[in-house]
């Protein structure tokens, strides 16, 4: 048996439950929820056997975002650690301003602070030699007006810098030579496929979120963030339900074999 990757994978935006608590207040129906997380991430990155450590959630971004600091909240920020809109503007909750604080703080103790601690934890047991923190994108940025909405990779990857990877006005979450490796080696798996986008690029249109910055400038481990674009494995107005169908399920297995390869030909 092959021995696993010393690889810490975090898939923090894939779930889709709606707790108990706050369930009287949502208000966002399926296909919403599915729209504001990223959709089939947790079928994307399912390298649970073959990586040191894997990580997700079930609780959905729309509830709680896990790549968001604890103190981000509504309405100094209304895309927080909990949010009042999702990610196309609908109204999230009965009350326009979210959550009370009270259940922000539960949602917190009870999902937040787990995930965050295990993934400390495993950092901190000298198992793994890079954190990856593993996210899904819309084919392009969200918004009303098509004509101001920007065409992104197909893959992009993240350290906080610039386009190379070197540090601009912060520190990186992981040295410039292994996101550019990882760079190389992604498109070394990809180099035949037909991308009609940008195939691979470097903090651009994402730098990174609170999971690569908290974890890679606190913690023992690198952290990169990547992202796959949805367009590779998601038809144009396909209609989506909790489990992929056949085809898109094909394409995920295909498209997960070419990550696990390629982070392997990095570690």
């Not at 963030?225 to 949805?230: G, K, P, T, V, Y």
Request: proline share 7%.
């Amino acid at each position: 048996m092959t021995a696993p990757l010393p690889v810490l994978l975090s898939v923090p935006h894939g779930g889709l439950m709606i707790p108990r608590e706050v369930l009287d207040d949502f208000r966002l129906d399926l296909d919403a929820v599915l729209y504001d997380g990223d959709t089939y991430a947790r079928e994307l990155y399912s390298l649970e056997e073959r990586v040191e450590h894997y990580m997700d959630t079930e609780i959905a971004r729309a509830v709680l975002d896990l790549n968001r600091a604890a103190s981000d909240r509504p309405p100094q920020n209304p895309d927080g650690v909990t949010k009042t809109v999702d990610v196309s503007g609908k109204q999230i909750w009965r009350e326009k301003d979210g959550l009370s604080p009270e259940t922000v703080d539960r949602l917190i103790i009870n999902y937040y602070q787990p995930y965050h601690k295990t993934l400390a934890m495993v950092a901190a047991s000298g198992k793994a030699v890079v954190g990856i923190d593993c996210h899904t994108m819309l084919a392009e940025s969200p918004g009303s007006d098509e004509t101001q909405r920007e065409v992104r990779p197909m893959i992009c990857i993240s350290n906080r810098g610039d386009g190379e990877g070197e540090p601009v006005d912060e520190p990186v979450t992981a040295p410039a030579n292994l996101l550019r490796a990882l760079r190389d080696a992604l498109l070394n798996q990809f180099q035949h496929e037909d991308m009609s986008a940008e195939p691979v690029s470097l903090n651009r249109p994402f730098k990174g979120g609170y999971i690569t910055k908290h974890h890679g400038k606190e913690g023992p481990l690198p952290w990169i963030q990547i992202e796959f674009n949805r367009a590779l494995y998601i038809a144009p107005h396909a209609i989506l339900a909790v489990k992929p169908d056949m085809r898109t399920e094909k394409r995920l297995a295909d498209l997960r074999e070419k990550f696990y390869r390629a982070i392997k030909n990095v570690v």
